[in-house]
């Protein structure tokens, strides 16, 4: 109980209101079955941690804004620091994070300190090196949108506050200790896995030893749409699998040396090794949450080996889940850790009920496939929840995967990639044990790929929230502490609590009689979503990373949907042919039924083709011009460009305006519309512009939203779509300061992540992801 609870007290930060509701529920749920101490002693240390937390979010978010304040979004910038994190390859770079005690902007006054990853060609460089750099840096790109799980723990957790390129870095002062000469260690067995792999199993080799995720993107699909991404992983497992085949291998030889054996504990004598190898070993393979959980709790179990006393298995998850929240507050919202930890948990509880029929079979062949099969469905179901966080559709044939892929992972390529490791004094040797681990991963890569292709096999699962969790968490608790009477009944209401949440999700995707408008939070761009009374919605454009980096269409839009329920988008507008509007459709939109599309005649060919291979029917201006409309009690207007382009002087001033009402309230949404479709539209429309919500147009520029447009529109909201990492200066000076002439309510998505705006035709609500405020007239 104290260890979940320091594990996942972070949670009320996340959400103050639910987690308190869980608390008093679980505090009633367990009157009765544990002391009233122990119950009062977990939940000061879920409070502790959720202070701790909430402390160290506050300093990484105030360090971030800090940054941004003084350098802006993008710069170049010269430093000098130190190297805090081990050095990973990735497409031919090299990743590195460093603390810096010295950043000079571009003129700007020296930046004392800050966390910063770099990104170089490669080189030898270890951590504890003292180096200088010079590169173009932004600050961290944090997408935050409502009803998606946060981005701030992880960005917590890692504490990078600006990344970016490095064109200069050179070693000054070289590194030393301990960590420095793991570094070179992982240095010399990735220069002899690329010399020595065939160079299709190159990069599988590189995950499995090193923690490097730099496979291709097929295979890096098909062992994530396999469930088979943990056999390339430093996973628990792995580390487990090692520590415990070394250690047992080194016992098997002290107990033969009888000199020895006779006068020693064995037992007692080794596992203090082991504790420092599993250590050591998480350490040299990347230092991932599940690694380090794993070596946790190898460490206490080994302890209490040489203390003669007997830790079990749940007491050594605990004690590592405990040593865990110590070190990182919100460590309970790591996927990797978490993903372990429900692993293990599974294997734990279900795996040593399941194993009892399966070694009951007959047949030893049958006996193996069925124990392989009943651990992997031990480790699979409690993990099932999680995964549904990170995909949206699990695979049923990951189990027959698992079956056939585990053995060659962690009996053929883990052994033979870990000897291959020590094996460079032998280079015959060394290059035997590449070839036969080489053979044994791709066919693993096969497996995964077969097993990815089994469209029958894949199962939609939708994004699961905070209540899915907590009504988890208490028929969890119900079902362990319970008697047998008691734990059926609560299990049963936990059943219908999932049902009742899920509902309620549903319905909170489609707000009937409501308009909800949302601006979401892609970055640099734009992306609009409408929710209409009648339960249709409408797209307006898909946002899209111009420069690289996090894809809208994947990483916002489609969990965006998921969380909604919705599998269906009735209109997709685009307003222009600019990738920051559009990029993020290429790959949302071959994931989701589309209705129709509303568009300019003759732009974007290859958007067209896929909606003409689909049969969508695409709408021109011609089309959409001439009359309102009705989406249920809503309407919308397409005031420009009509009837057509012609006269537009460029893109932006082509870009499609649209007005949306619902009783008294209604929203304008400019596109990029610049000062001169502004104009056009002032003189066309008049006081008819008149809406209670601005969709700034083209992201705040200087070339749009001028005075006589604001005393036209009169908002009351002003709502901007920008990435606090842009090369544009975006927002502008000049407009801000004409918005707040104007006691126009500014609602930025770099600062306050995703924008809600919602009615009901005369009362309004407005909140944003990052700081809720809600107002109503």
């Known amino acids: 109980m104290v260890s979940c609870a320091m594990a996942f007290g972070a949670g009320f ?11 008093v529920l679980l505090w009633v749920l367990l009157l009765g079955v544990t002391a009233a101490h122990v119950r009062l002693l977990a939940l000061l240390f879920a409070l502790f941690t959720a202070w701790r937390a909430d402390r160290a979010t506050n300093a990484y978010m105030q360090a971030r804004q800090s940054w941004i304040a003084q350098n802006g979004a993008h710069c170049t910038c010269s430093g000098r620091g130190e190297v805090l994190t081990s050095p990973t390859y990735h497409r031919g770079k090299m990743v590195v994070v460093v603390d810096s005690v010295g950043v000079e902007c571009e003129n700007q006054r020296p930046y004392n300190h800050a966390r910063l990853r770099l990104v170089a060609e490669p080189k030898s460089i270890t951590r504890g090196d ?8 932004g600050p961290v790109t944090l ?77 890096d699909s098909a062992f994530r749409r396999s469930g088979l991404s943990h056999l390339l992983a ?72 040489v203390l003669a006393r007997r830790v079990n298995a749940v007491q050594a998850l605990a004690l590592s889940l405990i040593v865990g929240a110590v070190i990182d507050p919100w460590i309970g919202f790591e996927l990797s850790f978490l993903l372990s930890a429900a692993a293990t948990a599974g294997l734990i509880t279900l795996g040593s009920r399941a194993a009892v029929p399966c070694r009951k079979l007959p047949f030893a062949p049958l006996r193996a496939v069925a124990l392989a099969a009943s651990t992997t469905v031990s480790a699979m179901v409690p993990c099932t929840p999680i995964l549904a966080l990170m995909s949206p559709d699990l695979t049923l044939a990951g ?41 044994s991963l791709v066919l693993v890569n096969l497996i995964a790929h077969a097993t990815a292709a089994l469209g029958w096999a894949r199962v939609c699962v939708p994004l699961l929230t905070g209540a899915h969790f907590a009504v988890l968490a208490l028929t969890v608790v119900s079902a362990c502490c319970l008697s047998r009477e008691a734990r059926w009944i609560l299990v049963g209401f936990g059943v219908l609590g ?28 734009d992306s609009i979503l409408i929710d209409f009374p009648d339960g249709r919605c409408m797209l307006i454009d898909g946002g899209g990373n111009v420069t690289g980096g996090v894809d809208p269409g994947l990483a916002v839009l489609l969990p965006l949907f998921r969380a909604r329920r919705r599998s269906r988008v009735d209109v997709v507008v685009v307003t222009h042919p600019h990738p920051d509007h559009f990029g993020g459709l290429l790959t949302f939109l071959p994931t989701i039924e589309v209705g129709e599309v509303w568009m300019a005649d003759g732009v974007l060919p290859e958007l067209r083709g896929e909606f003409a291979r689909r049969h969508v029917p695409v709408r021109g201006l011609a089309d959409i011009c001439p009359s309102p409309h009705r989406f249920g009690s809503a309407q919308v207007r397409v005031l420009g460009p009509c009837p057509d382009t012609s006269k537009a002087s460029n ?55 001028g005075t006589t447009w604001l005393s036209t529109v009169r908002p009351t909201w002003a709502g901007i779509s920008l990435g606090a990492r842009n090369r544009f200066g975006h927002p502008a000076s000049s407009t801000l300061e004409r918005l707040q002439l104007a ?30 405020t809600r107002v109503a007239h």
């Not at 698992?402 to 032998?426: D, K, R, W």
């Not at 549903?506 to 009689?513: H, S």
């Open 13 to 23: 930060v996340l959400s103050p209101i639910l987690a308190t509701c869980l608390a």
């Open 130 to 137: 003292r180096i200088e750099f010079i590169g173009e840096l």
């Open 143 to 219: 997408l935050q949108n409502l009803g998606l799980r946060s981005p701030l723990p992880s960005a917590t957790e890692v504490g990078v506050i600006a990344s970016g390129g490095a064109s200069s870095l050179e070693v000054v002062t070289p590194g030393h200790g301990l960590t420095h000469f793991i570094d070179r260690a992982r240095n010399a067995v990735r220069a002899r896995i690329t010399a020595t792999f065939a160079p299709n199993a190159e990069a599988l080799a590189r995950a499995l030893v090193l923690g490097e995720n730099d496979l291709n993107p097929e295979d």
């Open 234 to 305: 430093v996973s628990g497992t792995h580390l487990v699998f090692a520590i415990v085949a070394w250690i047992s291998a080194l016992r098997a030889l002290l107990l033969r040396l009888t000199s020895l054996s006779g006068r020693f504990n064995v037992d007692r004598c080794i596992a203090p090794l082991g504790a420092v190898t599993a250590c050591f070993y998480a350490d040299f393979a990347g230092g991932s949450g599940s690694a380090w959980r794993a070596a946790w709790m190898l460490t206490a179990l080994y302890i209490g080996r």
């Open 399 to 439: 189990i027959f995967a698992n079956v056939l892929a585990g053995p060659l992972g962690e009996v053929a390529s883990l052994p033979l990639c870990l000897l291959h490791a020590v094996a460079g004094a032998c280079p015959i040797l060394e290059r035997g044990l590449a070839l036969c681990a080489s053979g």
């Open 498 to 525: 999932l049902v009742g949440v899920e509902f309620a999700s549903f319905r909170q995707g489609r707000p009937l009689e409501r308009l909800r408008l949302t601006l979401n939070d892609v970055g640099q761009g």
């Open 651 to 705: 893109a932006n001033n082509a870009s499609i305006v649209l007005k949306v009402t619902l009783g008294e309230r209604s929203a304008l949404l400019p596109g990029d519309a610049e000062h001169e479709s502004e104009a056009d539209l002032e003189e066309r429309f008049g006081n008819q512009l008149k809406s209670d919500f601005l969709k700034v147009g083209h992201h705040g520029s200087r070339s749009s939203t």
């Open 743 to 772: 006691n126009i309510v500014v609602l930025r998505t770099d600062e306050l992540g995703s924008v809600k705006w919602e009615t009901d035709g005369t009362r309004v609500s407005v909140t944003t992801a990052r700081v809720i």
